[in-house]
């Protein structure tokens, strides 16, 4: 089998969304999940001008070589924009060997580890009575693992909570809106959001929270301290993790389990963490850490040490990215959870998919391949549409981690 052509496809059906299909001369093609929100352009140029030229001619089944090729190929290494490339190349080859195959890619992956794949939604409020209703909502839908966010009381714009109850959507048109934050008001109430939640549902029900990179390391303890009579599933990103030593001092004071790694893109990014068991859920996903290739190995470095997955899996994760990544949970051993944000009707309906959710859990389906296909006459229909992340300043106007 040979690579013929490849093409690079955006569209934005509610958000931006690239797609990258790989055609072969058997006339079985995949699809890669390409999507690096904010910076979409970067990686469509990347893969263009840079990748594709060298795919052409290949056997789409050496996957490894492809995937050695591209990143030492490259010389310069890893980055995120490499990284997403190299990452829908590698989930497009793997999606060609499934059909080539006529197996779901979870079959080549060593088969099924568990029956279904636990999900986390996303439930938010402005206020906490707001989040209360929406896990209520959420748990009326069978969800068994909640993520929940709250306004703070001072603050007009927080992470994970848009106005008006609508879901929430991690970009937004135009040039990056500017956001106030404020980790003293936040540090005062977020214990208060998870005691009422306890309060409320008793603790059948997982609760996760995304502190999203905020907080100083003895500000992460404070808060991993005062949660821990509330025993989260995890809290995530509590410190920016470029300092992984920061989550020792992190460990030294709290039990409150951690999940980090949705910005990572290769194992190096994760090694420092995993090896000395400073975090229990590894976040990075099939997209953006180089496609299931390069995920297993950070997988299989995670198992040694009883680190779990919990693929990040929010909207800017196309559903390309959302098929691979269930196949991925639903085989790897040290399946944790997996992040299931649900995508707008539109996005659907231009990525119809094999992938399921009922009652809690998502199923890849049996589908050969990843079992996401992309009606590329409807994605021409929702033309690129700028939109960029927010950026956070703090109330005297200093530039902070968003
Ligand atoms: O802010 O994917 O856990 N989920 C998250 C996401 C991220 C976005 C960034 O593009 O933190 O909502
Ligand atoms: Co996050």
């Not at 030229?53 to 789409?60: K, Q, T």
């Not at 106005?163 to 208060?192: F, I, M, N, Q, R």
């Not at 990075?284 to 990040?312: F, M, P, S």
């Not at 094999?354 to 589908?367: E, L, Q, T, V």
Request: a negative charge.
């Amino acid at each position: 089998m040979k690579i013929v052509s490849a093409k690079v496809i955006v569209t934005c059906p509610g958000r931006n969304l690239v797609t990258l299909k790989i055609m072969t001369d058997q006339g079985v093609h995949g699809l890669g999940d390409a999507t690096l929100n904010g910076r979409e352009k970067a990686v469509v140029a990347y893969l263009q001008d840079h990748v594709i030229p060298c795919l052409i001619g290949r056997d789409p089944h050496r996957i490894e070589d492809i995937w050695q090729y591209l990143y030492k190929g490259a010389y310069w290494r890893r980055g995120p924009v490499t990284m997403t490339a190299i990452g829908a190349v590698d989930t497009a080859l793997w999606d060609i060997k499934g059909k080539a195959a006529g197996l779901p890619l979870y079959q080549l992956l060593g088969g099924k580890s568990r029956e279904a794949v636990m999900v986390y939604c996303h439930a938010n409020g402005a206020d906490i009575s707001e989040a209360v209703d929406s896990v209520a909502a959420h748990m009326a839908q069978g969800y068994r693992a909640i993520r929940a966010q709250a306004g703070v009381p001072g603050l007009d714009k927080v992470y994970g909570v848009p106005k008006g109850g609508a879901a929430y959507e991690p970009a937004e048109k135009g040039l990056p809106v500017e956001t106030v934050w404020s980790s003293e008001k936040y540090l005062d109430h977020a214990p208060k959001l998870f005691e009422t939640l306890r309060e409320k549902f008793g603790f059948g029900l997982h609760l996760l929270h995304d502190v999203h990179h905020r907080l100083t390391p003895i500000e992460a303890a404070r808060l991993g301290k005062a949660l821990e009579p509330l025993r989260m599933f995890w809290i995530e990103d509590p410190t920016p993790a470029e300092n992984q030593d920061a989550f020792r001092l992190i460990r030294q004071h709290t039990v409150t389990p951690l999940a980090v790694g949705e910005v990572f893109n290769s194992i190096w990014d994760c090694k420092g963490l995993i090896e000395n068991q400073l975090i229990d859920y590894i976040r990075a996903t099939v997209t953006h850490a180089g496609g299931i290739t390069h995920l297993r190995k950070i997988a299989a470095l995670a198992e040694i040490y009883q680190v779990r997955t919990g693929c990040h899996g929010a909207t800017d994760l196309s559903p390309v990215c959302m098929g691979a990544a269930l196949h991925f949970d639903i085989a790897v051993p040290n399946f944790g959870v997996q992040e299931h944000m649900p995508h707008t009707a539109e996005t659907d309906a231009v990525f119809p998919h094999a992938y399921s959710y009922h009652d809690g859990f998502m199923h890849p389906g049996d589908a050969v391949g990843h079992g996401v296909e992309i009606d590329e006459a409807l994605a021409a229909k929702y033309p690129y549409d700028p939109a960029y992340l927010p950026i956070a300043r703090l109330e005297d106007g200093t530039l902070t981690s968003w």
